[in-house]
């Protein structure tokens, strides 16, 4: 295991998912690793006092997924793209009950972070 300086130097990116576990409600991050030892996946999620959730799994720079979902385990949000972005949108996604923050199922199953258990991932 590596500390969260020792990450952050080698993914510099990664600050922010450090900057995210001090805002309330705090993200709490694990890390799975592969049969050589090395991290195959970072994943964290934060759960609201309402119910919803915010979840994200991280298989590289470029393999970036994010979701929320709602107390009854829909999807109302979700975003799929590089590290960068997904951050960008998930700083600038409304906090559940805020204007303008999703709060209506969409399709797709809630079980879409999947892939980072070393599943092929769905298409």
């Given at each position: ?11 510099p990116q990664l600050a922010r ?77 409304p906090a559940p009950g805020q ?25």
């Open positions: 295991m590596i500390t969260p300086g020792q990450a952050v130097q080698t993914y998912l450090f900057e995210m576990r001090s805002t309330p409600p705090a993200w709490h991050f694990t890390q799975t690793l592969g049969p050589d030892g090395e991290v195959h996946a970072v994943v964290g999620v934060r759960v609201w006092s309402d119910g919803y959730a915010d979840s994200m799994g991280i298989l590289g720079q470029e393999d970036v997924q994010a979701l929320r979902v709602n107390p009854n385990g829909e999807k109302v949000w979700k975003s799929t793209d590089t590290l960068a972005v997904v951050l960008d949108e998930l700083a600038a996604l204007q303008n923050a999703p709060h209506l199922a969409i399709a797709g199953s809630v079980h879409e972070l999947h892939h980072l258990r070393g599943l092929p991932r769905a298409q």
